[in-house]
């Protein structure tokens, strides 16, 4: 079973014993801009920034959960529809994810659905080799998939030993901030020669997960950012997002 069907499944049982079944939980139809995502960031790399990806929101009961996709689509579904959600394309994995994380979020089962603003960015990058530092202190050679540039470069100044993987063809064979960008798709075997993998949510949301799971073994995995705030909490995975919403 595929981890987005994982997280229906953990989904299905959070509700099972709570009336809303019949609830609707909605989409947005426009992806949000950069600045209604992220507000105004002092750096101006962010995959955001350049059009690569779009953060897409879900409302419900008040509450929003948010995705980075590449693919959009409009959906508005009760939360018994949605657990009956074709999951067969990118697409509708994106609107799921996001869905997901307002259902989850609204049930007080998760945090940090809506990405964080301005300054922040920075900041979440800049706490990250201390905490990484805190928690794998084993950890030198670090695996990132999936660029996230104020990351890499915070890893890199730290000391670690750095690669990226990556599946934006613009990217793949370059360096930046001192390390190699290895296709994340075609190259993904190599996970296991890493210390720790720290992984974009945002896999999730692609249909990308299954196989960084599969390829990285026994390596520890740590996903970042606001994407995967659901299905990190309801099926136990780590995750660093300090000041994700």
Known sequence: MSVIEKLREKLGDAVSNRDILH?????????LTTEQAIGTPERQDFPIQKGKEKVIEARFNGFAGQAFSD?????????????EMDLSSKANQAAFTAAANAVTRSLALCDGTVHCRDKEPKMCAERLPEFVKQNYPHAKAIALVGLQPAMAQSLSDAGYELTIFDRDPDNIGKEKFGATILDGAEEAKYLPSFDLILATGSTLANGSIDQV???????????FGITIAGAAALLGMKRYCPFGS
């Not at 609830?23 to 992806?31: A, S």
């Not at 693919?71 to 657990?83: G, N, R």
């Not at 799971?213 to 740590?222: F, R, T």
């Open 23 to 31: 609830q609707r939980v909605d989409v947005t139809l426009t992806p």
């Open 71 to 83: 693919e959009l689509v409009p959906h508005s579904c009760t939360v018994a529809q949605l657990l």
């Open 213 to 223: 799971l599969h390829d990285a073994g026994d390596v520890e995995i740590m996903f």
